[in-house]
């Protein structure tokens, strides 16, 4: 749920001007609660997850994992997400030193490599289906493309959620509400990020193996 | 305080000390290809197998988490830290329970099927 | 088209008059009375929480009807052998709509209308942490439960069960759209739950006034954050199950289905995963009305505070680590069932502390019945049952016996009904006079009480023996011969009861709005807790000035230093302008399109359903691009309010 609320006056407020801008006026509620939402995200994965696991090995005799995995191509999307995840960092360590033209440049940077990394992936996906290896064939691969897939589908929301917030930056600049939404966006692509890491090591790296 | 968010500041104060250069950053990026590449160099170069592999590439996917949430995700600046440590404990914990948990009750079913 | 809308049976004919004639009415009532614009700007476009309490509460009285007539269809169609009052068929349909509604269009919105009712009010809020995201769950429930209650009418109810397990809702079993209507508007619905766990996580954690420690909180808000915690990391297993079983129907992939390497065990598996942790999200906020009550109504402090914390805390994670007593049966071997046996055996051990601090809280208090207290007495033998069959039910071999039979439909019944509908009763009379402004009328609602309690004795005891005779659940009707006639007939007397019990609710409300007693003071109870200290209803910003708390029941410790008529009046000179978030259309309308998203998938008509979803993410962004979602109301305005409400 992208939506979060603009708060209440905060009325913890004490030493407001020490904090970093995006948790001031209300900012820190809205922080906790996207934390919160990851929580439940991380849930929504860990099903995920659990199914792929008892499901891998039910290939029904099509194609199996260590058949249809591509290495370099997990591989390069792999390290393209994790730049991604570093760039993504940088465009909030700009914005806290209040640098908006280094903040967007970091953040179109973090989109064109999130780009590159569902574009990837999409394309791995069409040579595996062309190959017979659809979600329709069996267990294994219904939980495949389900897991993947969904976390594909975080990856293209990020980049839509990234690219709404580009032009608010570009025509406003920063205050304490465009920080906030930069900040949490960027917690939320760490987050796939970590994902990610989960789907490179136990469906790809394992699965290969 | 009485004015929100919207009236005020359309400046950015320099009100937080961020270092100088992104020192923090760039670690975690090295350490973040580090992890993956010995991860790699362990499972496709065939230098461990079985449980032993699983294990080393696990823990360094659990060293990535540690990476993402300190160096870039800052989890313990400012206010609200404890509750946001608490919920991703929560979260892992209850991850650990639902992952784990469907594997050893499923593995009978597995059997059967 | 043709199977567009059910036809066929005489009693959905009249369902459908019936629509028509209350849709008209309803129509024509705000035409007459110049109401569309109040209705849009007072409540459809409210973030208002102590209007969406009231309208979480409206709705779960409604779903309460739909679903218990439900249940008094299939008693009347059991209470004799050979009864051919509803077919087989109609009978799945009506058990499936009956556990579903009053699980999740029932008990959570009820539930979610005590959080809105109270936790802002008893921390010193001015509203929760997202009062727009407070609006989108509302209406996402709202509308999740719309798509599910027009199946009946269009298209045809889903018939698997509440549990709806595959492989028999796979397509191949179940075509139609009926399990759609179950997937779609229990998903879109449990959105909106997890939106109000994260909302009042945050509330409690972040909103709390001055001075509130946590271990100051009233121990309802602490049952909410223990129920919260339950919803975030329980809810998405469901939203995952759903998810999968949905791709199974629609797309054709092969989670759950018999062929090409599917497991129907594992979406039992996630769904538990979720069920059971349900039962205590819906069950603690529950345990928390009633640590109020009994306090309240006893005219002390809670007994055993730091206990009742722990054992709330312990009850959510524990609760969470016993989910295969559901399946025992499956046979994931000896030592799963054993373990899962144990751990919820071992929940058993915080509810009894409770149950005894409950105990000791009412010993030597001036214990006085109003309805509140009188429901909090009812629960209490109540409990106690369901508390002693469900240890028998989870010794994993003597389930082997009970699962699924009538043992087990009087043991949930137990403790969904002697547990939570008695709980969010007792919190519904509590919290009427500050949400209204009147009290609802003692008489009446003590017959309410008399005939649900007793029916309900009536009819769940007997399902007990039921089942130990064999009478397995979800049965549409049984031979003669059996030896099962006396028993079910009772039981069927003992569901009139509870139905007669219902309408004395119906009435004392309708009696109460024109009669009740109005409540001038704010404070009817003689309550502990802040909520008391407002008047009834409370001004939109319910608090002029922010209070700064000093001890636990922080309201009695006011009044009992004799400073409650000074602590009532407001120095107007000192007032603030107040930071107040402003009413919206867009979470309204998200919620009608991820209805025409639902719908249009339930049918399979692609293009509706990206219309659908489209309006979705138009919705999204266009909240994301708005600048000024909030505003300041001046002090004279703040003043003028005050005023008319004698507090200057
Ligand atoms: C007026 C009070 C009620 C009566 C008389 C009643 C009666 C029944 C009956 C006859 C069944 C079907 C048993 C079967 O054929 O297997 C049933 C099932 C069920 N009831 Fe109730 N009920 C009542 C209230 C409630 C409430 C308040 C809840 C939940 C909060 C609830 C939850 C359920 C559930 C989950 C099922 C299982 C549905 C299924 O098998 O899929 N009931 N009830
Ligand atoms: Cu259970």
Redesign the interface.
């Known amino acids: ?13 004490a030493g ?6 995006e ?11 996207f ?17 792929y ?3 891998k ?4 005799g ?1 194609p199996t994992a260590a058949g249809i995995f591509d ?1 370099p191509g997990y ?1 390069a999307e ?2 393209i997400l ?2 991604s ?2 760039t ?3 465009a ?2 700009s ?4 640098a908006k033209a280094a903040a967007l440049t970091w953040l179109a940077i973090t989109m064109a490599l999130g780009l590159a990394f569902v574009g990837l992936e999409a394309s791995e996906f069409a040579k595996d289906v062309a190959d017979g290896a659809t ?6 691969l ?2 495949f ?2 897991l993947v897939g969904t976390h594909g589908a975080h990856v293209s929301l990020g980049i839509l ?1 990234m690219a ?2 580009f032009f ?1 930056i570009a025509r ?6 465009r ?1 906030r ?1 930069l900040f949490v966006v ?2 939320y692509w ?2 796939l ?2 994902v990610w ?2 789907i ?3 469906v790809y ?2 699965g ?2 | 305080m009485a004015n929100s968010a919207v009236s005020q500041s359309t400046n950015l104060e320099p009100q937080f000390h961020e270092e100088a250069f992104p020192w923090k950053h760039i670690i975690g990026y090295v350490l973040s290809l580090v992890l993956t590449g010995a991860a790699l160099w362990c499972a496709l170069g065939y230098h461990l197998r079985g449980s032993a592999l699983i294990v080393t590439i696990l823990a360094m996917a659990v060293l990535q988490i540690v990476v993402q949430l300190f160096l870039f995700m800052h989890l313990t600046e400012s206010d609200g830290t404890r509750a946001h440590v608490w919920t991703i404990c929560l979260g892992f914990f209850f991850t650990f329970v639902v992952v784990a948990g469907t594997i050893w009750i499923m593995s009978f079913g597995s059997q059967v099927a | 088209m043709k199977n567009f809308f059910v036809t066929g049976d005489p009693m959905i004919y009249a369902s459908d008059v019936l629509i028509v004639l209350v849709l008209v009415g309803i129509i024509f009532t705000l035409t007459y009375f110049k109401k569309w614009g109040w209705l849009w700007r007072e409540w459809l476009t409210t973030v208002d929480h102590k209007k969406i309490a009231i309208m979480y509460l409206i709705c779960a009285i409604l779903m309460l009807f739909r679903g218990g007539v439900d249940a008094e269809l299939m008693r009347t169609q059991l209470a004799v052998p050979n009864n051919h009052l509803l077919s087989a068929e109609h009978y799945d349909q009506i058990f499936t709509t009956h556990g579903t509604i009053m699980i999740l269009f029932m008990a959570m919105p009820i539930l979610f209308a005590m959080f809105n009712a109270a936790v802002p009010l008893q921390i010193g809020a001015r509203d929760v942490a997202f009062p727009y995201l407070n609006a989108v769950s509302f209406w996402l429930f709202f509308f999740g439960a719309l798509l599910f209650n027009i199946s009946f009418v269009i298209g045809g109810s889903p018939d698997a069960g509440w549990t709806s397990y595959p492989p028999l809702t796979e397509l191949q079993f179940d075509p139609g759209p009926g399990e759609n209507y179950y997937l779609l508007a229990v998903q879109i619905s449990g959105f909106g739950s997890i939106a109000t766990g994260i909302n009042f996580m945050a509330t409690i954690l972040k909103m709390r006034a001055p001075g509130m420690t946590l271990m100051k909180m009233p121990l309802f808000c602490w049952s909410v954050l223990a129920s919260c915690i339950v919803i975030l990391f329980a809810f998405p297993a469901l939203t995952g199950a759903l998810l999968l079983l949905t791709l199974d129907r629609v797309v054709g992939t092969h989670f759950f289905t018999m062929l090409a390497g599917g497991n129907p065990m594992q979406f039992i598996n996630l769904f538990w995963i979720w069920g059971h942790p349900e039962v205590y999200i819906v069950v603690l906020p529950a345990f928390g009305i009633y640590s109020e009550v009994v306090s309240t109504f006893s005219s002390k402090r809670v007994f055993g505070y730091k206990s009742m914390v722990f054992s709330l805390m312990a009850i959510a994670v524990v609760g969470y680590l016993t989910w295969v007593h559901h399946f025992f049966t499956m046979g994931a071997g000896a030592d799963v069932n054993a373990f899962f046996a144990i751990s919820t055996m071992c929940v058993g051990i915080p509810t009894g502390v409770k149950v005894f601090n409950w105990l000791l809280t009412m010993f030597r208090g001036r214990i006085r019945l109003n309805l509140p207290m009188l429901w909090t007495l009812g629960f209490i033998p109540n409990f106690a049952l369901a508390g002693a069959t469900g240890v028998m039910l989870a010794a994993a071999p003597g389930d082997y016996q009970y699962h699924n039979s009538y043992f087990l439909v009087a043991h949930f019944h137990q403790a969904l009904i002697g547990g939570v509908v008695y709980g969010m009763l007792a919190g519904m009379y509590y919290w009427w006079p500050k949400l209204f402004g009147f009290v609802l009328d003692e008489r009446l609602g003590k017959w309410a009480f008399w005939f649900f309690n007793i029916g309900f004795y009536v009819c769940f005891m007997p399902q007990y023996e039921l089942g130990f005779m064999g009478m397995t659940r979800r049965m549409y009707t049984y031979p003669a011969n059996m030896g099962w006639t006396t028993l079910n007939f009772i039981s069927t007397i003992g569901a009139y009861l509870m139905g007669i019990g219902f309408l004395f609710i119906g009435a004392q409300i309708v009696y109460s709005i024109f009669r009740g007693q109005r409540d001038l003071t704010g404070d009817p109870w003689n309550g502990r807790t802040l909520e008391w200290s407002l008047p009834s209803p409370p001004p939109a910003y319910n608090f002029a000035q922010i209070p700064h708390v000093q001890e636990r029941d922080e309201w009695w410790r006011i009044k009992q230093a004799g400073l409650a008529d000074a602590y009532r009046k407001v120095n107007l000179n000192e007032l603030e302008p107040i930071h107040m978030p402003k009413n919206s259309g867009i979470p309204f309308l998200m919620g009608v399109s991820f209805f025409v998203g639902g719908f249009g998938l339930v049918f399979g008509w692609t293009v509706v359903a990206i219309i659908g979803f489209a309006g979705v993410f138009l919705c999204l962004l266009a909240r994301s691009l708005q600048e000024k979602t909030d505003y300041h109301i001046p002090v004279s305005e703040v003043q003028q309010t005050e005023i008319s409400l004698g507090r200057a």
């Open positions: 749920m992208a939506v979060m609320e603009q708060t209440l006056k905060d009325l913890h407020g407001e001007h020490r904090k970093p801008l948790y001031t006026h209300g900012g820190s509620v809205n922080i906790l609660g934390w919160l939402f990851l929580a439940t995200d991380l849930m929504v994965f860990a099903t995920l997850f659990a199914t696991l008892i499901l090995t039910h290939t029904d099509g290495i591989v792999t390290f994790l730049t995840s570093f993504c960092g940088l909030t360590y914005m806290r030193k209040n979600m329709q064939r069996s267990a294994f219904s939980a493309y389900t959620w709404s917030l608010q406003r600049g920063f205050d304490a509400v920080a939404k960027g917690l760490h987050f990020d970590i890491v989960f490179f090591t136990v790296t394992m290969v193996r």
